[in-house]
């Protein structure tokens, strides 16, 4: 697995953690909102909660809480970069 | 029922059933009228070298088929089965909300575990793996709301909406705040409730309770009132109604299944049986005031039947009490013998079979159970053809509450 959450791997965590099914293009579609996809704030923190788990680290508080799917992925990535550079 | 504005009525227009003898209305009355038992070896994963051997399990259920994956992977087994018993009585009455009008359908369940299984799961992962490992849908799943809240979500209905904690009986009493809130001025309300003991955690709380049936064989582990009673064997699953407003419901030209006529609740204490007697009898008599009808006007009686001695004459001195001279003749039935006793979800299994009865016409039988050591008109065997006008719904729970509901047969149309 790469150092950065991509749409396919955010699809994929979402059809494990939340129930919900949604393909990685319409997730990468400019404005796409969580939301629209039927996806809660505690299936995020789920998601989160995994993200955590599986790199060993913290996610960016607040990303649970993020709206949209490119607003969820650059606050993991970031945090997920932060680490490899640490 | 009693209701504050004037002239509204809750009645029954549908009916949704996920129960061990059958998934919906249909399937689970051509078993209770033929008094098929499906008590049978536990045979769920973890729960086979339990000392509790016999229950009555939901059969041909696909949770996949009936519910979107999104709701599965938030929920338990027993909010499975709300939903998708909700889902068939919505269909059953032939119900379809306004979506402009969310506030009129409200939600009301009663439950007596909430979600042992997914808790377990989650737990496990707690002391297995630590407190990061476990899913955040664990604060709900568990929950004894969790279904009343699911149901309202997935269905958009923004009605009145609540929850009943008050054991067993707990299913009666959820009808009964469901027509109330039909008497407030909600037009419809979902409300009923169904159960998932069957799960290793679930089930070894039960082995705590000194009226569960250890018995080896699924022939032997039911039979109240015979003087082989030794206790009650548990069930899975449950019932949910739509209860309507009588006018509503006819302005839409929905058929009026049954009338909620009276209800009466009592609480006399955990595992007290022969106080219990006093409570019910009380019970009786508030429902039968509330409907304004004497005990001869009942057709048929469908019995709490727990299966532990004490608790069986108790129920018979109860209805000797509250009936007078016409309790020798009423017929009495329990249905339950033959699927094991689905706490909060038995009495709504009760309610939906006693409606199923006026309209069909018929006295379903006790099943398994043959020779009665008390002064009971126990219908047993066969069905038995009746005319039956009004049902009287018995329901006490182990931690000590007694209700009684009186259902009254919709006009025919």
Do not use: H
């Given at each position: 697995?790469?150092?950065?959450?991509?749409?396919?791997?955010?699809?994929?965590?979402?059809?494990?953690?939340?129930?919900?099914?949604?393909?990685?293009?319409?997730?990468?579609?400019p404005g796409a909102q969580f939301d629209e996809f039927g996806v809660d704030s505690l299936g995020l923190l789920g998601i989160v909660g995994e993200l955590e788990n599986r790199h060993g680290l913290k996610v960016t508080s607040g990303a649970e809480s993020a709206k949209s799917p490119a607003e969820f992925l650059e606050l993991v990535n970031a945090s997920l970069s932060a680490k490899a550079g640490a | 029922?009693?209701?504050?504005?004037?002239?509204?009525?809750?009645?029954?227009?549908?009916?949704?059933?996920?129960?061990?003898?059958?998934?919906?209305?249909?399937?689970?009355?051509?078993?209770?009228?033929?008094?098929?038992?499906?008590?049978?070896?536990?045979?769920?994963?973890?729960?086979?070298?339990?000392?509790?051997?016999?229950?009555?399990?939901v059969q041909d259920f696909e949770p996949q088929s009936a519910i979107d994956n999104r709701y599965l992977v938030q929920t338990d087994r027993f909010t499975h089965y709300a939903m998708a018993a909700a889902d068939l009585a919505?269909?059953?009455?032939?119900?379809?909300?306004?979506?402009?009008?969310?506030?009129?359908?409200?939600?009301?369940?009663?439950?007596?575990?909430?979600?042992?299984?997914?808790?377990?799961?989650?737990?496990?992962?707690?002391?297995?793996?630590?407190?990061?490992?476990?899913?955040?849908?664990?604060?709900?799943?568990?929950?004894?709301?969790?279904?009343?809240?699911?149901?309202?979500i997935r269905g958009g209905y923004k009605g009145p909406c609540g929850v009943?904690?008050?054991?067993?009986?707990?299913?009666?009493?959820a009808l009964a705040h469901a027509a109330r809130a039909i008497g407030r001025g909600t037009d419809a309300v979902v409300a009923g409730a169904a159960e998932a003991p069957l799960a290793p955690y679930s089930m070894v709380c039960q082995l705590g309770y000194p009226e569960v049936s250890l018995a080896e064989r699924a022939e032997e582990a039911y039979?109240?009132?015979?003087?082989?009673?030794?206790?009650?064997?548990?069930?899975?699953?449950?019932?949910?109604?739509?209860?309507?407003?009588?006018?509503?419901?006819l302005r839409r030209g929905a058929n009026v299944r049954a009338h909620l006529a009276g209800h009466g609740a009592t609480f006399t204490g955990a595992s007290r049986w022969e106080e219990s007697r006093d409570g019910l009898a009380a019970a009786i008599r508030i429902a039968l005031d509330e409907a304004r009808i004497a005990p001869e006007e009942v057709d048929v009686v469908f019995a709490d039947a727990l299966g532990v001695p004490a608790a069986d004459r108790?129920?018979?001195?109860?209805?000797?009490?509250?009936?007078?001279?016409?309790?020798?003749?009423?017929?009495?039935?329990?249905?339950?013998?033959?699927?094991?006793r689905a706490y909060c979800g038995a009495p709504l299994l009760d309610v939906t079979a006693a409606v199923l009865a006026m309209e069909d016409g018929v006295l379903p039988p006790t099943p398994n159970v043959t020779e009665v050591c008390h002064d009971l008109a126990l219908v047993t065997g066969r069905a038995r053809p009746a005319e039956l006008h009004t049902a009287l719904v018995l329901s006490r729970g182990l931690m000590g509450s007694n209700s009684a509901l009186v259902l009254r047969r919709g006009e025919r149309p």
């Open positions: 697995m790469s150092n950065t959450l991509s749409y396919p791997e955010l699809a994929a965590l979402l059809q494990a953690r939340a129930g919900v099914s949604v393909e990685p293009s319409a997730l990468e579609q | 029922m009693t209701s504050r504005q004037q002239g509204r009525r809750a009645v029954v227009t549908g009916l949704g059933v996920v129960a061990p003898n059958g998934v919906g209305a249909d399937a689970f009355w051509k078993a209770t009228r033929q008094g098929v038992s499906v008590l049978d070896r536990i045979s769920r994963e973890g729960c086979t070298e339990l000392p509790l051997r016999i229950a009555g399990q919505v269909a059953d009455a032939g119900f379809r909300p306004d979506a402009e009008q969310p506030f009129a359908v409200g939600v009301v369940t009663a439950a007596g575990s909430g979600g042992g299984e997914f808790g377990q799961r989650e737990l496990q992962q707690l002391w297995g793996q630590g407190p990061k490992f476990v899913g955040p849908y664990q604060s709900i799943a568990w929950f004894y709301a969790a279904s009343t809240g699911q149901i309202s009943v904690a008050s054991d067993e009986a707990g299913g009666l009493d039979l109240p009132f015979t003087a082989k009673a030794c206790g009650f064997a548990p069930a899975e699953g449950g019932a949910m109604l739509l209860l309507e407003d009588e006018q509503a419901a108790a129920e018979a001195l109860a209805l000797a009490d509250a009936f007078g001279p016409a309790a020798e003749r009423v017929p009495v039935t329990a249905p339950k013998t033959g699927t094991g």
